[in-house]
């Protein structure tokens, strides 16, 4: 009797334990509440739990550089581990998202004396891709030394909002002429073809897409900005327009593409909406008309809704397909804010990412495209996917420096 009381003691006893770590957890929680992934080796984070944002973005900075770098190439890996499919070193557009982490993590104060050389470093990498063959001259999607390729439009935009942003964290007229150079690349892809806009591909010419749209206008009114050239300006609002009126679905989010045939593929992606929203504060601070502030204003507020509704337990989580999407989208939200200080959206973004931080790590330290830690974790990981992370918790911690 007495060996099957202490037996029932210490039953209970454990039951009392799990009872009250589950009231720690549910205590502790961020404001996503509901979800958990407690399983999660717990010495990946002990370390680097509590860092703040500007520190997870350097030290993720860093374990992609130690992972994915080619040595002595200033190149990268696809993913990590790297796959049997994949090529030697990674395409164009993940590259691309290391340009843009390098450029955010330049803005913070902390970082900047590290940012020339990070500068440096990436666009020696980036040369290996240009292609100064085929006119006008641009960046196609695998390096040159390996062969020719395809030359994507939307890749090409993407590279020149960030030689514009190098240019306006350094000075240097070089990262503005490169960003007038590609320009004229963009400008070739236009063609009157369903009125206007530009295609995805050179090489193909089937669709004319927001993501080779959205970017080019948000290219155009920085070059506009940096330059006072009204005729950047104009081809600002005229690729806006084209986009809006052929692209823009009734809830005001962006479909993917339209082809020839007139028909339009109804997916929309949260990138879609971040480029237009972006475009449209743009145009606001540039003409001061109300319209394109209560347009960005409408693209955010249904962004937010259609992309991040509410769950059953009242979570909001950014869809796990890319996370770069969400962080294009997280770029628009920015814009937003600097000028109506609503930060609604972005603390939506902020929850999202510091609950990946804490609960969607692998064994490698790198994040899972699914923020809620729910799945995807032990998958491996792309540089496009990394990449953008650095450049979201820099970019939070900017606006958290500067709230």
Known sequence: MKRVNKAAILILLSILVILINGCYYSKTETNITNVKNVDKDESIRSETMNKDNAQKADILYSKINELYSIKDQNLFLEHYPAQDND????????????????????????????????????????????????????????????????????????????????????????????????????????????????????QTRETKNTCSNGPAAVMALKL??????????????????????????????????????????????????????????????????????????????????????????????????????????????????????NDEYLNVVSENADYAWKYARDKYELISPDWSGKSRIDEPKSLLDEACMVELYAEIALWEKNK
């Open 87 to 202: 090529k030697g070193v990674s395409y164009l557009w993940p590259f691309s998202g290391m340009f843009s982490a390098v450029n955010a993590l330049g803005k913070l104060p902390e970082m900047k004396d590290k940012y020339e050389e990070y500068l440096k470093n990436i666009t020696a990498g980036l040369e290996r891709y240009y292609d100064k063959l085929r006119e006008p001259n641009a960046y196609q999607a695998y390096p040159y030394d390996f062969g020719g390729d395809d030359r994507f439009y939307d890749d090409n935009m993407w590279l020149g909002i960030d030689f514009y942003e190098a240019y306006k964290l350094t000075g240097n007229k070089v990262y503005l002429d490169k960003c007038k150079s590609i320009f004229e690349f963009i400008k070739s892809g236009w063609s009157d073809e369903l009125g206007g806009g530009i295609y995805w591909c050179e």
């Open 224 to 341: 506009y900005d940096a330059t006072g050239d009204k005729e950047y300006l104009d081809w600002g609002l005229k690729i806006y327009e084209w986009t809006k009126e052929n692209l823009q679905a009734p809830d005001g989010n962006y479909w993917d593409n339209i082809n020839l045939n007139r028909k339009i593929e109804e997916t929309k992606y949260t990138y879609n909406s971040g480029t237009m929203l972006n475009a449209s504060v743009l145009l606001y601070q540039i003409t001061k008309d109300e319209k394109y502030l209560k347009e960005a204003q409408k693209v955010a507020k249904f962004s937010l809704e259609h992309f991040a509704a509410l769950d059953t337990d009242g979570n909001r989580f950014f869809p796990d397909n890319n996370p770069w999407f969400n962080v294009i989208l997280f770029r628009g939200y920015f814009e937003l804010y600097n000028v109506d200080k």
